[in-house]
């Protein structure tokens, strides 16, 4: 088989697991997504919580020798890169470190991209404006679009940078809040190729239906980012009346008032959520595209944000690393009716511990789920 043919599995890689100014002042001294991890309790006889990493390596991303070892568990267990959450706050930038390290040390030998998490902060973790602790705006002017630009061109230039035919990719989270993001996304080509370059792809990381996808005409491609997208999918059916009856509401609504009632709903519903894994799966491994855009499809390890939400959380229950193995062979047997031009698939997540979504080894299943990246994705197409 050509090698260059292989599924290429790009892994979501979360920097949150060090220290920050910030979030000493905010939550602190110290804090980082440990702190939630290790408190997490079960709720439910079987629930798999707390989550603990092998050997109780609760790492520190400032860490050099950190980043050298995630990098080669990774690459010796078949992941052909990180997508690294890039948080900018128009210049502002927040947990950056693991990512600049990785940056000024080429002796980490791990292709790479970067997803811009374009969201506000808030204590209710999910990006809404409700306790805001930092603000994400986005002026609409040449001089802050170069101002971002400026940074990440060191991050597009590096010879480990993710390319499809050429072009360095950048993922965005929420193009909808971008004023004006065609001429942005224009202006940024612009320089790139001023700088070098073949261009720059741009990819749509899509979470949900979008109401109006004005704001995606400068984009290149989407992927979806797995369990959500599924959930959210106009034909999943989620085995529950209560939950069908909330998601066929939803989707009808403009995205403002989707946001809200997000909102209402996690301050006034006092339980937990459950969704089935195998359910779940069986749509992501649907072949769906979107309109006008290449699509990529993503995957998803497991699910449960206990750590983050307690007693609200939402989990997927029955996930297992042979699960995992199983419906992972099934999504990448559909890769050759994809018509796309890389055969990259990308997995939720590497390292996200506080919502339980982590190929990373850990002390029940210890390198189960690696072992399923190597097993499926070394031979598929």
């Known amino acids: ?9 790009i892994a979501m890689y979360f920097p949150q697991l060090h220290a920050i100014p910030e979030n000493d002042e905010w939550w602190g001294e110290g804090f980082t997504d440990w702190v939630n991890v290790k408190a997490a309790q079960p709720l439910f006889e079987g629930h798999n919580q707390p989550r603990i990493p092998l050997d109780k390596n609760h790492y520190d ?10 990098a080669d568990l990774a690459k010796s267990h078949g992941i052909h890169g990180f ?9 502002k930038q ?18 790479f991209c970067l997803s811009w998490a374009n969201e506000t902060w808030s204590k209710r973790w999910d990006g809404r404006d409700h306790h805001i602790l930092m603000k994400q705006t986005h002026p609409p002017c040449k001089e802050r679009w170069k101002l971002h630009f400026d940074y990440l061109i060191r991050a597009w230039s590096d010879e480990r940078a993710i390319c499809v035919d050429g072009k360095p990719v950048f993922v965005i989270y929420r193009p909808q809040n971008i004023p004006e993001i065609e001429n942005m996304l224009d202006y940024w080509k612009e320089l790139a190729v001023a700088h070098g370059l073949k261009g720059l792809y741009f990819i749509f990381q899509k979470q949900y239906e979008m109401p109006k996808r004005e704001c995606l005409k400068g984009f290149d491609a989407a992927f979806q980012f797995q369990p959500f997208e599924a959930i959210y999918s106009p034909e999943f059916d989620p085995g ?3 939950h069908s009856t909330w998601f066929k509401m939803i989707r009808r609504l403009p995205e403002g008032a989707q946001d809200l009632l997000r909102a209402l709903r996690s301050k006034f519903v006092n ?6 894994y195998d359910r779940v799966w069986a749509e992501v491994v649907k072949v769906r595209r979107e309109p006008d855009l290449t699509t990529y499809p993503g995957a998803f390890v497991d699910w449960d944000n206990t750590a983050r939400y307690k007693n609200k959380a939402t989990i997927f229950k029955g996930a297992s690393p042979e699960k995992f193995t199983f419906w992972l062979d099934k999504l990448l047997q559909t890769m050759p009716e994809r018509d796309i031009p890389e055969p990259f698939v990308f997995i939720n997540a590497w390292n996200e511990w506080a919502e339980s979504t982590y190929l990373e080894p850990d002390e029940k299943n210890q390198f189960s789920y690696l072992k399923a990246i190597s097993d499926v994705a070394g031979s598929k197409l």
């Open 1 to 9: 088989m050509d090698m260059d043919k292989r599924a290429k599995l």
């Open 240 to 242: 529950s009346i209560r």
């Open 83 to 91: 997508c690294h959450y890039h948080y900018w706050f128009d210049g």
């Open 271 to 276: 339980e937990l959520t459950f969704y089935d």
């Open 61 to 70: 991303q400032s860490d050099m020798d950190t980043l050298i070892w995630q």
């Open 94 to 111: 927040l947990l950056e470190t693991p990512t600049d390290l990785m940056l000024g040390n080429k002796d980490i030998n791990m292709p």
